[in-house]
């Protein structure tokens, strides 16, 4: 079944900026969208999702009350709801493999057992810009039409990505979302930006770093954040990197150098420092081989609990 927009289906493939100038509805969504001013996020409550990352929960959740992800540029962030259960997923999505990341963001709402109530899948798509090697505008093809390919109807509601979310400064283009947040509860969709990007910041971001796929880290029944076990392959010439300037470090491990914000180059140092330490994850972070568990403690903040067994 088809991606529908205002209850019409979409004709694809068009680019993000013909598709709103068809559906005068999701240029005004857009339109308010950016406009908004940044609201800071704080901790409690809040599940932060990385790059590669999906979470998926419903408003029945006592843990958690806002999923988020920021510092998207070329990447995109999804946000999938069914508007009957309330059941409600978001993903940062890069581009490395979207025909296999579109089914498993759907099958994560699905997985809610209700799903066949009354209500319908709607999403909303953010992030990128006009970058100078088109991955944003090739991202934004490859989810409008992964979604269109689903066997459910899709219903989009927002579309503010790429050329709808590009501004334009001394000749150069810059993304104007970097976040979303999206409340479980009331369904509201905002612009972002967080803080506290926890917990394992630098050992999740070391996973997406080397090329691990788009993975699920929450599990709604039990209110658990799962990490792991991953591992991965040494990081190839990590010392190399580790020895090169911010401005090589930016043009060879950035896709858009010159719109990234400005803790890139720290944080790229940081996971490149942490799989130096780590080669082999599997020994020396996942001891017994299993996962780390975190639940949210009474004031709302990510407490790592002991693995079922130890």
Known sequence: MPLLVDGRRVRLPQSAGDLVRAHPLLEERARLLRGQSVQQVGPQGLLYVQQRELAVTSPKDGSISILGSDDATTCHIVVLRHTGNGATCLTHCDGSDTKAEVPLIVNAIKSFSDHTQCGRLEVHL??????????????????????????????????????????????????????IAVNIKTAEIYR????????????????????????????????????????????PHVDFWLQQDDKQILENLSTSPLAEPPHFVEHIRSTLMFLKKHPSPANTLFPGNK????????????????????
């Open 291 to 310: 996962a780390l568990l975190y639940k949210k403690n009474e004031d709302g903040l990510w407490e790592k609990i002991s693995s079922p067994g130890s």
């Open 126 to 179: 953010m992030g990128g810009f006009n970058d100078d090697r088109q991955l944003s505008q090739k991202l934004t093809h490859q989810l409008l039409s992964e979604f269109d390919r689903q066997e459910d109807d899709i219903h989009l509601v927002t579309l503010c990505v790429t050329e709808l979310n590009d501004r334009e400064e001394n000749e150069s283009h810059f993304p104007i979302i970097y976040g």
């Open 192 to 235: 972002a930006s967080f803080q506290d990007r926890g917990p394992e910041e630098e050992l999740r971001a070391a996973r997406a770093l080397t090329g691990g796929p788009m993975i699920s880290i929450y599990d709604a029944k039990t209110e658990q954040l799962r990490i792991g076990p991953y591992s991965w392959t040494p990081f």
